[in-house]
């Protein structure tokens, strides 16, 4: 069994900067592309950025592109999710999750990921 929980949301002002962290259990962790997703209220869940097993290969969202940064420690078994310039839009419970094809590369569909973490709130003030 995979278990993963997220860490590090807050409240920030606009502009300003947070780190998530996703601890996973298990051994197979570096074997697993992984990915972050956010739901907003009232909104769906929604893809935010993805990183290959080996973390060679990543993956965007077009709004997050350029102000957010994947990374992984193997040696770890987390995930990060480096936040910069933060906007009231991003406000939302951030997710962790694990692509559950193993050593896939980084994807943006939501069905291909089968374990999923509790999720960190992060809200951003304007």
């Known amino acids: 069994q995979v278990q993963l929980v997220e860490s590090g949301g807050g409240l920030v002002q606009a502009g300003g900067s947070l780190r998530l962290s996703c601890a996973a259990s298990?051994?197979?962790?570096?074997?697993?592309?992984m990915g972050w997703f956010r739901q907003a209220p009232g909104k769906e869940r929604e893809f935010v950025a993805a990183i290959s097993w080996t973390g060679d290969s990543t993956l965007y969202a077009d709004s997050v592109k350029g102000r957010f940064t994947i990374s992984r420690d193997n040696a770890k078994n987390a995930l990060y999710l480096q936040m910069n310039s933060l906007k009231p839009e991003d406000t939302a419970l951030y997710y962790c999750?694990?692509?559950?094809?193993?050593?896939?590369?980084?994807?943006?569909?939501?069905?291909?990921?089968?374990?999923w973490g509790q999720g960190t709130r992060v809200t951003v003030s304007s």
């Open positions: 298990g051994r197979t962790f570096s074997s697993y592309a």
């Open positions: 999750a694990r692509r559950e094809r193993f050593r896939g590369d980084a994807t943006m569909v939501q069905h291909e990921y089968d374990y």
